[in-house]
């Protein structure tokens, strides 16, 4: 009777801090907060292994809280237990008195969580609903492959669980045998405008899991002993690959404690003044009804973590391409002058691989034409490969997790299908993942396969992260657009240097080489591949091609072009501004996406330096259709090398 009167002692405390650090912040979710309590107080205080000195020691026990506006009780209970908070050489015990700051704009306490702000105790930045389940299955997974024992434990709401993303984490945890992730339900039967659905109540979501290959266990998530005992099963089967992944359904009350705020309307809504004062006075009531057998000897013991292994220094260098392919027995491939930038890819992560042990590669069920199969077949590094199936929102949230857990992944897809991840993608940049994205078969040189698979406008996208800095003052995200396989492969080493997100779009057709195993590829550069004094063409990718032959057509007209391969979003401005000085301050960009990509990059350049620069823009103007070939399609959407010399031609004011 002591461990459930000690409990229920301290899940009410972290509710009365839940309600006073909410209304001290004028903002938050104290209900939500209030309905896990007991769970956070049993996680937090019992059943994890981990050091709140050491709140991110990489052997410890993982707490995702996928629903993240219930932040204030894991707050709660870190000022309780003095975690360890801060950046760099700031970092010192949260106290009860740190709660007031909630949500201020200095305070380490954000309105969810979010460990780049000084919140080491959280893996992954979480609040928008339904990804905190796939964040911890890469944590999970991530211990697999390290061997650790760690344990990861997610609570979802109830009304999260509609959220498509939560069933494709269940899938992966199933495929993966995913033992040691103890998914916990939180269902509290509320949503934010209302009740949630029938389709997530208990019952049903008993079933689900149980058609998915769960073995459910049902408890009142305000009984303490029911709390313990499931979590302890989970404890018992978490090393046993061969048992089923436990799901906890836990019934519970939002606002659990003050009768006052329970039921609809107080989503998002901290009690003030009497309303306030009235729920305290639930709350110490309750406490006097549930406490009564506390003993002043009662206390809460942590396990440690078990001691991290050390790993081994690592210097090793990516060789050259045509070095790796010779180990592969490809050495000839590249002697017919053509090769494609997703197949070196493919090389470049079998290298990777093999002199990097925290490289882990992820893919959506289309290894074997983005190429990352090329890890996959390499025996010594198969563990490392994962499979995430038709799934790509799970696949970059799961990558984040894996970042978390200190590995660097590479997750590949079509480039169409990495649209469907933005907001993982935007997750995973806030939540400093150090992960690297790869969109194959970009651009409309697809051709016959048509525009639903054509990513058209993730330039323009992911260019917006360009335009702002991390946590760490870099780019928020590097766009790399490599021409040829050379390029592909050195950006590939160079992205694996880099310690924030990049986005790389690679290339189906084999494409001409232009460049060898002497050239070095830097994030933020360009290269010069045609010295002209009359106009600039600044060209990506697959445009770089076409913009070499109309270089050629321009040189028979009596135009000298210069020809910038624009390989890297944002690049170096001021070098930039140079060479279109010296070409009379004209300039064109080729792109084979929609606007908003490197044209727009380019013109923000040249409108902040001032100076007295005309540029046109050459990008996809309309919804493409399918066309039999590559040059087909650049016709039909204005953007071959001849389209390019009559743009050239009209700029200059010279008769075609």
Same mark, same amino acid.
């Not at 769970?39 to 981990?50: G, N």
């Given at each position: 009777?002591?461990?459930? /009167? &000690?409990?229920? #002692?301290? +899940?009410?405390?972290? !509710? *009365? %801090?839940?309600?006073?650090?909410?209304?001290?912040? @004028?903002? =938050?979710?104290?209900?939500?907060?209030?309905?896990?309590?007991?769970?956070?107080?049993?996680?937090?205080?019992?059943?994890?292994?981990?050091?709140?000195?050491?709140?991110?020691?990489?052997?410890?026990?993982?707490?995702?809280?996928?629903?993240?506006?219930?932040?204030?009780?894991?707050?709660?209970?870190?000022?309780?237990?003095?975690?360890?908070?801060?950046?760099?050489?700031?970092?010192?015990?949260?106290?009860?008195?740190?709660?007031?700051?909630?949500?201020?704009?200095?305070?380490?306490?954000?309105?969810?969580?979010?460990?780049?702000?000084?919140?080491?105790?959280?893996?992954?930045?979480?609040?928008?609903?339904?990804?905190?389940?796939?964040? /911890? &299955?890469?944590? #999970?997974? +991530?211990?697999?492959? !390290? *061997? %650790?024992?760690?344990?990861?434990?997610?609570?979802? @709401?109830? =009304?999260?669980a509609r959220e498509g993303q939560v069933g494709e984490a269940l899938d992966f945890i199933v495929d993966h045998q995913l033992t040691n992730v103890c998914t916990i339900f939180n269902s509290n039967e509320f949503g934010q405008a209302d009740r949630v659905s029938g389709q997530q109540s208990p019952e049903v979501l008993t079933h689900k899991l149980q058609a998915f290959g769960f073995e459910v266990i049902e408890i009142d998530g305000?009984?303490?002993?029911?709390?313990?005992?499931?979590?302890?099963?989970?404890?018992?089967?978490?090393?046993?690959?061969?048992?089923?992944?436990?799901?906890?359904?836990?019934?519970?009350?939002?606002?659990?404690?003050?009768?006052?705020?329970?039921?609809?309307?107080?989503?998002?809504?901290? #009690?003030?003044?009497?309303?306030?004062?009235?729920?305290?006075?639930?709350?110490?009531?309750?406490?006097?009804?549930?406490?009564?057998?506390?003993?002043?000897?009662?206390?809460?013991?942590?396990?440690?973590?078990?001691?991290?292994?050390?790993?081994?220094?690592?210097?090793?260098?990516?060789?050259?391409?045509?070095?790796?392919?010779?180990?592969?027995?490809?050495?000839?491939?590249?002697?017919?002058?053509?090769?494609?930038?997703?197949?070196?890819?493919?090389?470049?992560?079998?290298?990777?691989?093999?002199?990097?042990?925290?490289?882990?590669?992820?893919?959506?069920?289309?290894?074997?034409?983005?190429?990352?199969?090329?890890?996959?077949?390499?025996?010594?590094?198969?563990?490392?490969?994962?499979?995430?199936?038709?799934?790509?929102?799970?696949?970059?949230?799961?990558?984040?997790?894996?970042?978390?857990?200190?590995?660097?992944?590479?997750?590949?897809?079509?480039?169409?299908?990495?649209?469907?991840?933005?907001?993982?993608?935007?997750?995973?940049?806030?939540?400093?993942?150090?992960?690297?994205?790869?969109?194959?078969?970009?651009?409309?040189?697809?051709?016959?396969?048509?525009?639903?698979?054509?990513?058209?406008?993730?330039?323009?996208?992911?260019?917006?992260?360009?335009?702002?800095?991390?946590?760490?003052?870099?780019?928020?995200?590097?766009?790399?657009?490599?021409?040829?396989?050379?390029?592909?492969?050195?950006?590939?080493?160079?992205?694996?240097?880099?310690?924030?997100?990049?986005?790389?779009?690679?290339?189906?057709?084999?494409?001409?080489?232009?460049?060898?195993?002497?050239?070095?590829?830097?994030?933020?550069?360009?290269?010069?591949?045609?010295?002209?004094?009359?106009?600039?063409?600044?060209?990506?990718?697959?445009?770089?091609?076409?913009?070499?032959?109309?270089?050629?057509?321009?040189?028979?007209?009596?135009?000298?072009?210069?020809?910038?391969?624009?390989?890297?979003?944002?690049?170096?401005?001021?070098?930039?501004?140079?060479?279109?000085?010296?070409?009379?301050?004209?300039?064109?960009?080729?792109?084979?996406?929609?606007?908003?990509?490197?044209?727009?990059?380019?013109?923000?350049?040249?409108?902040?330096?001032?100076?007295?620069?005309?540029?046109?823009?050459?990008?996809?103007?309309?919804?493409?259709?399918?066309?039999?070939?590559?040059?087909?399609?650049?016709?039909?959407?204005?953007?071959?090398?001849?389209?390019?010399?009559?743009?050239?031609?009209?700029?200059?004011?010279?008769?075609?």
């Amino acid at each position: 009777m002591s461990y459930e /009167a &000690a409990v229920h #002692a301290q +899940a009410l405390e972290l !509710d *009365r %801090l839940s309600l006073e650090m909410t209304a001290a912040a @004028g903002t =938050g979710h104290p209900t939500s907060a209030m309905s896990v309590g007991h769970l956070v107080t049993t996680l937090m205080f019992t059943s994890m292994r981990w050091s709140p000195d050491y709140p991110n020691y990489p052997t410890s026990d993982r707490l995702v809280l996928s629903e993240g506006h219930a932040v204030p009780a894991v707050y709660a209970a870190m000022a309780s237990l003095g975690v360890v908070v801060g950046k760099g050489d700031d970092k010192r015990k949260l106290t009860v008195d740190d709660l007031s700051t909630l949500r201020d704009w200095h305070s380490v306490l954000d309105g969810h969580p979010n460990p780049m702000e000084g919140v080491d105790f959280f893996d992954a930045a979480t609040g928008s609903l339904g990804q905190g389940l796939s964040v /911890a &299955a890469g944590v #999970a997974k +991530a211990a697999r492959i !390290d *061997r %650790l024992d760690r344990r990861v434990y997610c609570i979802i @709401g109830d =009304g999260e669980a509609r959220e498509g993303q939560v069933g494709e984490a269940l899938d992966f945890i199933v495929d993966h045998q995913l033992t040691n992730v103890c998914t916990i339900f939180n269902s509290n039967e509320f949503g934010q405008a209302d009740r949630v659905s029938g389709q997530q109540s208990p019952e049903v979501l008993t079933h689900k899991l149980q058609a998915f290959g769960f073995e459910v266990i049902e408890i009142d998530g305000h009984a303490p002993t029911e709390i313990k005992d499931a979590f302890d099963k989970f404890i018992s089967i978490s090393a046993d690959e061969n048992a089923k992944p436990i799901a906890i359904i836990a019934k519970t009350i939002k606002g659990w404690g003050a009768p006052s705020m329970q039921g609809g309307g107080w989503h998002g809504k901290p #009690a003030t003044g009497e309303a306030l004062q009235k729920a305290l006075a639930e709350l110490a009531e309750r406490r006097i009804e549930l406490t009564s057998a506390l003993s002043g000897t009662d206390e809460f013991t942590i396990e440690p973590p078990t001691e991290a292994p050390v790993k081994p220094e690592n210097d090793a260098e990516l060789p050259p391409l045509s070095a790796a392919m010779e180990s592969m027995d490809m050495g000839h491939v590249l002697q017919s002058g053509r090769f494609a930038t997703r197949k070196a890819y493919g090389v470049a992560l079998r290298a990777l691989g093999s002199i990097n042990p925290d490289v882990v590669v992820l893919d959506a069920d289309v290894s074997n034409s983005t190429f990352a199969e090329t890890f996959k077949k390499d025996a010594s590094l198969e563990s490392r490969f994962v499979e995430c199936k038709i799934a790509e929102q799970n696949m970059v949230s799961v990558g984040a997790g894996m970042s978390a857990a200190g590995k660097m992944p590479f997750c590949s897809t079509f480039a169409k299908f990495m649209n469907r991840a933005y907001d993982q993608i935007e997750m995973a940049i806030n939540s400093g993942a150090n992960i690297k994205l790869i969109g194959s078969h970009a651009g409309i040189t697809l051709a016959a396969d048509g525009p639903s698979q054509m990513s058209l406008p993730d330039v323009a996208w992911f260019r917006s992260f360009s335009t702002m800095t991390d946590h760490h003052g870099n780019p928020g995200c590097y766009i790399l657009q490599p021409a040829d396989a050379y390029a592909a492969y050195a950006l590939t080493g160079v992205m694996a240097e880099y310690e924030s997100m990049c986005y790389m779009r690679t290339i189906r057709a084999d494409t001409e080489l232009l460049y060898s195993d002497d050239h070095v590829f830097n994030l933020g550069g360009f290269e010069t591949l045609a010295q002209g004094r009359d106009i600039v063409l600044a060209a990506s990718g697959i445009m770089v091609h076409e913009g070499n032959k109309a270089v050629e057509i321009l040189d028979k007209a009596g135009v000298s072009a210069t020809l910038l391969d624009m390989y890297s979003i944002p690049f170096d401005t001021d070098k930039l501004l140079d060479i279109v000085g010296e070409n009379g301050g004209f300039i064109i960009s080729l792109e084979d996406n929609y606007g908003g990509g490197l044209g727009s990059a380019i013109a923000d350049a040249l409108m902040e330096s001032g100076d007295g620069f005309e540029l046109a823009q050459m990008f996809v103007k309309r919804i493409p259709k399918s066309a039999r070939t590559a040059d087909e399609m650049l016709e039909m959407c204005g953007l071959t090398a001849q389209d390019i010399a009559n743009k050239v031609m009209e700029l200059l004011g010279v008769a075609v």
